[in-house]
């Protein structure tokens, strides 16, 4: 079985992300997607909460996991079977930060491959950090993040969430 | 009316941005410099110091309008009949991050476009960072930053501005 | 009166040279397309098919001038009156190149500038040559290149345009 | 069953696109190695003897079809059936280039995917006109090229090959 | 006598460091490594402990002189008479700093150059950030860091180094 | 004694070369200039031009010498004893080609640094090619090239030079 591993902070889920995770997922027996825990970021959805996301916006994709993981990622790969990392691109800084983690994870243990997909092209030029900014703002984040979680969302920024 | 908004941080001024904002306002009828406050980042200088410098360094501009912004620049740019954003362009990483934004923009409002001009060679290693580094530190920032400030930022510095 | 420059090959023009030439009209008081000719570029369409096609494709424009230059292009926007040069952007090679580029043309002439436009998002992948290499293999360019010019490359092709 | 296609021009096969061969079979069902034949780019080695060399070297890789094609690669990848293109990507400039490419597939049928796989940091350097290079000046390409294919090369190269 | 410098965090020291700064110090008279204490960022390690495991690595480069500095690197350079500031470059985004950070200092001072050396292919995806990353999640770093300093590391992440 | 090289093509040397060769010859025993012939590219200048150029504007550098060189340039360094490649860097296309051949010779010959200088900042934009282009639309090439060459550059473009 081919089990592949889709890390993220997820934070929250963007129409880019599940898009990566669609395409993915279509090409390997399992996908796990796991949502990390950084002792030294604050993120500004707890992790439960961005699982949930998840889960809801995946709903309808069968041979999927959603999980928390912290420490490192290459160790939980390989606790969990996986051949692959699979990565999302845009951009170039993002192709160059990913590319030090791949040749990174690679020397840590080369029996596991770092796959790249591109983004999709409508949204090439977004991010989760993008979808707070306007959301915190009033902006409308309608299509930017899929439409099982806009409502957490936005509960999350009216509640004072800036 | 052709009116372009200028947005930044200006924190502070330097004779890269001064360069960017007289050719830009050479090319429409009316240029908006507008000043942003950012929640998340605290900046040196504060957005009233920030436009004060500004407009020192622009007495000799007549087209032009410097103001204070929170929130969504495109909503402000809506708000205020702007028909284009202008940023200067320096190198690759600005780059990346100003084509996201562009993108991103044109999504929220396809009306308003937003136009790149090369910084002058001159200043393409200068940043309002450099700046603060420089003056921090007793370096010299004479021509790097406009000569109607130096001294407003010398003096910042001078009083434990660090 | 602003005019500005929009040069390139156009060979053929695509829909994202449209797109940017749109755009570009609307933000200045006269556009002027300028088909050069380079003696040491073998172009695929002749300089006269080629603004042919884009005089099909910008019919509806109506402060539009399509030209064919040689020679350099800062001598030619100079003796047009024009302010500006405009440019779309696609990616950072672009990038690269066209800083070179508005560089160089800013220490020939510093009164003429050169404006940077993001090329739209559903164009970004769209060159010139593509057009060609997709032409000349019979796959499909319906939306790649305006609807008015479709035909004219269709059957350059045909005609044993390899 | 996965079946995926893996292109380039392969003029001739280096260490590097023999390492990204190897890690692509192990991630699929069947793997198509697909030599271009380009008619505007005139290669150093015929079709048949790059074909050949890659049989050579990739003996005991099992999932394994090699083939010439020329045309449009998405329409060869629709032809064999294949779910994705499985590219090496080496530095920025690789990066821009297959993203483009990549995009152009994608609208041209989006049901087949492209997958990257980072270069082994190796052959990170290394490329098939390096080699041209190398073998032309009587310069080493031990461990550059598989050993399989050496003294082919080599062969080439002394009968007045440049 | 021809004294460069070779500025960092070494936050810390990593294989990446040592390997351009034995190359450096085979290529200039005197070679004096810089620990920089910069105000605004907390390492991890104090000043004293990076100089003293940069000692620990280097014991065999005899003309080495390590030390401590805060402030402007070109004043600090000047004061010690160096002809020349050195640094090991990786990626683009590395690149993209060091070139501002180079034409900067140029200007600061023109008489000191600014000399680059290639990291080393087998580092190219090592940073002091990525060794404390390992080192906080129990990845191993041999090989990853000087053997001289394994130990240090190691001990000062055990004792709730995170 | 430590002997650097310096290779190109030099076709014809601008003024961004001769920066990057006294500010190289400064940092070093002696320089030798080396003027790349290949067999794949025909240049505009011969390489006797191209060597006799260099010959003038570099009268007043002691420490110099201006070979023409074909083969490898590995080879040839090592040949001539020299302990360095030096060359000068302007944007990131630039440097992702020169990684890879830095990273090439690092393997065929590791005793060999690849070193790199940035260009001055006024020359940023500037190659051999846009010194040609110029020349040959009898643009002005007055502070692109070495004073001492210019005559000699007009001259062969005004022989029908094209």
């Given at each position: 079985m081919r089990t592949w591993i889709c890390p993220g902070s997820?934070?929250?889920?963007?129409s880019g992300h599940l898009d990566i995770i669609k395409r993915a997922a279509g090409m390997c027996d399992k996908l796990i997607v796991a949502v990390g825990v950084n002792y030294k970021k604050k993120p500004f959805f707890s992790a439960e909460e961005r699982k949930s996301m998840l889960e809801k916006a995946t709903?309808?994709?069968?041979?999927l996991e959603i999980v928390i993981f912290s420490g490192l990622l290459i160790d939980y790969a390989r606790e969990k079977h996986a051949v692959a990392i699979v990565k999302g691109l845009r951009a170039v800084s993002d192709f160059e930060y990913e590319l030090q983690m791949a040749l990174l994870n690679k020397r840590l243990d080369e029996s596991i491959e770092t796959i790249f997909l591109m983004t999709n092209i409508n949204y090439s030029f977004l991010s989760s950090r993008a979808v707070r900014e306007l959301a915190a703002n009033s902006g409308s984040i309608e299509g930017l993040v899929p439409d099982e979680v806009l409502e957490d969302i936005k509960r999350k920024f009216g509640k004072g969430g800036k």
């Open positions: 997820f934070d929250p889920v963007t709903e309808d994709i069968s041979n």
